[in-house]
């Protein structure tokens, strides 16, 4: 059963608009996402985390936003670049988990010039 | 500073063979982890660690050994590989404490045949 899931396994945006990357996850213990990028043949980079007390946290063209209700955040990449082509992995933790993180299965985000 | 390195970078086992994956990190951080990704899954927590000579099991533990005898270094060990065993292996490292982001390495493609 997987606790946090990527519903959309890939996404298709025209240069200079806004890419929206969904993740939805079940477990309520879960007080800490992270969003992680790869590119074919590189291991996963950090790019943007947020903790539950928060429903926003932004970064440069990157922005999360978490609905702590609905138990859904999501990416949003503003404008987008053909740089941002990759795989983005949603992740969440639980203090009481001992961080371990829970990653999604991804979505490939395409983003053409 | 090369950050967390993985050594070999690929591999192609016969069924019934052994090996170890190597992972070194120079940033001296305490925790440590071995993922496995798979098309659809995301990636897999195999083992972890929290420090030089602890180990624990994650959520795929079966089939994986692991050591960690120096802070630097965790290893990952196949005893006798199976064909469910071919993946894509990373590590990871961070930070005890807090919620530090975990860094990862490039990764080691293991086929097994």
């Known amino acids: 059963d997987q606790q946090v899931k990527q519903n959309s396994p890939s996404l298709s945006v025209q240069e200079g608009r806004i890419s929206i990357l969904n993740c939805d996850y079940t477990?309520?213990?879960?007080?800490?996402f992270l969003w992680y990028k790869k590119y074919p043949a590189e291991g996963p980079t950090f790019l943007i985390s947020?903790?539950?007390?928060?429903d926003k946290n932004e970064d440069g063209r990157f922005t999360v936003f978490l609905n702590k209700s609905a138990k859904h955040l999501s990416l949003h990449i503003v404008p987008s670049q053909p740089g941002d082509s990759a795989v983005y992995f949603c992740?969440?933790?639980?203090?009481?988990?001992?961080?371990?993180?829970?990653f999604g299965a991804g979505t490939i985000l395409r983003v053409k010039s | 500073n090369a950050g967390v390195t993985q050594t070999p970078k690929f591999r192609v086992l016969k069924t019934g063979q052994s090996m170890t994956l190597l992972c070194a990190q120079d940033?001296?951080?305490?925790?440590m982890y071995w993922y496995r990704q798979d098309p659809g899954m995301g990636l897999r927590l195999i083992h972890y660690?929290?420090?030089?000579?602890?180990?624990a099991k994650g959520e795929v533990p079966d089939g994986y050994n692991v050591s960690r005898l120096k802070k630097q270094n965790f290893l990952l060990g196949l005893e006798s590989a199976a064909p469910s065993q071919t993946s894509v292996y990373f590590c990871?490292?961070?930070?005890?404490?807090?919620?530090?982001?975990?860094?990862f390495g490039p990764g080691t493609r293991l086929t097994v045949t």
């Open positions: 660690s929290v420090g030089e000579g602890t180990t």
């Open positions: 990871a490292s961070r930070l005890a404490g807090g919620r530090s982001e975990q860094y």
């Open positions: 477990n309520s213990m879960f007080d800490y």
């Open positions: 947020i903790s539950s007390i928060k």
């Open positions: 992740a969440a933790s639980a203090l009481q988990y001992g961080n371990k993180l829970v």
């Open positions: 940033m001296n951080h305490e925790y």
